[in-house]
């Protein structure tokens, strides 16, 4: 017998038809002699409504308040599914958050777990009830609920896992499994039958949409397997999990875009120490991420600096750069909204060389220029025009061979 946790996302559970299905499937695990612990996500599109409810009502909702209203996203899928169990003859009992307790600090909409009790599940597993947990809450020290950020049903499902040490953790979702890329710009993308944590880490923060990246860092430092499978069909997934020798032998596992970022440059600022300081200090003080950062050699005691930011995020931070570099002497302020980060990630990069230069040489052959390149052991990532991203994406998926083994050519 074994102890389960599966993660239903917000289009597993989008209707109450969907929600049916996914009771079947949880009474097949716990038929098959499982303990189960089920972690929902709202009904899709529900916590955006929630999110534009907030924003309607004012332009600055407190946290604490927001959080408050988004958490209620799950407090419907979690009793629905309950009842839907209840109905089938099994027992259930559905937990908020705050019920179980998921204990987290109190940054509000980006909390994270400290602790989990377990008592409460335990007794109830013990005598064969099926839990109903909803995602993406918890509760801080002060009886606050918080929310975990957007997608973080993920990380709920994840850390209940590692607090039961159940024996796996299965994220039901809309799509088989993690592919080598989009699907929808390479149809031949095939999926990955098993990638490292750090792979996914990288995949997860590079763009491809399948697990909040904080699941993934959770599930690394505690070891939880986890299996990312579609809970429309019975296909096996993709299992992330620890590195092991074969994963090595693969130059590289997938290729993702994120169209997500804008690109910024200071012209000609003084080459000397604090400017660096000067320039990023006043954006981490409004909350703004920067990611990558190049800075030229200088000849003449002056230098350019290039660096991106979400594109959310694009006005906000142009309009504070520019104030700064008015104040550091700067010759100007230069900017690309339409910039693409296109990324391999293996790791087997660490043991083999030769992989930069050949993403280089295929994107040079179509005539894509390379705006930017940042590298880490496992990655390399380069800025391009936007409008090649898909051609960059199909061109490196073939040239690094990625697509399914049954309809390539030999
Ligand atoms: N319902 C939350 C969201 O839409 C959490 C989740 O789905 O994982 O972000
Ligand atoms: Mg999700």
Redesign the pocket.
């Known amino acids: 017998m074994a102890l389960v946790v599966q993660k239903y996302?917000?289009t597993s559970v989008g209707s109450v038809e969907r929600i049916r299905n996914v009771a079947r499937r949880v009474a097949k695990t716990y038929d098959d002699g499982n303990d189960v612990v089920v972690v929902v996500?709202a009904m899709s599109g529900e916590t955006n409504k929630l999110v534009s409810l907030a924003n309607e009502m004012c332009d600055f909702p407190s946290e604490r308040e927001f959080d408050v209203l988004v958490a209620t996203g799950e407090q419907v899928t979690i009793s629905l599914l309950a009842m839907c169990l209840q109905s089938m003859g099994y027992q259930a009992k559905s937990y908020l958050g705050s019920q179980i307790p998921i204990i987290t600090d109190s940054d509000f909409t980006r909390a994270r777990i400290e602790r989990i009790g377990d008592k409460k599940i335990r007794e109830d597993l013990k005598n064969g009830t099926i839990i109903v947990v909803a995602g993406f809450q918890g509760v801080d020290r002060d009886g606050n609920v918080t929310t975990l950020g957007r997608?973080g049903?993920?990380t709920s499902a994840v850390a209940v896992a590692a607090a039961l040490k159940a024996d796996v953790c299965e994220i039901f979702t809309d799509v088989d499994g993690v592919y080598t890329t989009d699907p929808r710009i390479v149809p031949e993308a095939a999926k990955i039958e098993k990638i490292s944590y750090d792979e996914m880490l990288e995949m997860a923060s590079l763009g491809a949409k399948v697990l909040?990246t904080r699941s993934v860092e959770f599930a690394k430092k505690y070891g939880v397997d986890v299996h990312v499978r579609s809970s429309f069909n019975d296909n096996p997934g993709t299992l992330v999990t620890k590195e092991d020798e074969d994963m090595e032998t693969v130059l590289v596992s997938g290729i993702t875009y994120n169209k997500d970022e804008s690109k910024i440059s200071v012209l000609r600022v003084p080459d000397k120490p604090g400017i660096a300081s000067a320039l990023f200090s006043p954006l981490s003080a409004a909350g703004i991420t920067v990611d990558m950062i190049i800075q030229n050699v200088s000849t003449d005691g002056s230098t350019d600096l290039t660096f991106t930011v979400p594109r959310g995020d694009f006005k906000k931070a142009l309009k504070t750069v520019e104030e700064t570099a008015r104040e550091i002497g700067a010759a100007g302020v230069n900017s690309d909204e339409h910039i693409a980060k296109i990324s391999i990630v293996g790791v087997g990069m660490r043991s083999h060389s030769g992989v930069a230069s050949k993403m280089f040489q295929v994107l040079a052959a179509e005539g894509i220029n390379i705006q930017m390149i940042s590298t880490s052991e496992i990655k390399i990532s380069c800025v391009i025009d936007a409008k090649y991203t898909e051609l960059a994406v199909r061109v490196l998926h073939e040239a690094f061979e990625l697509a399914k083994k049954d309809i390539k050519a030999e």
């Open positions: 996302g917000g996500s997608g049903s993920d909040q």
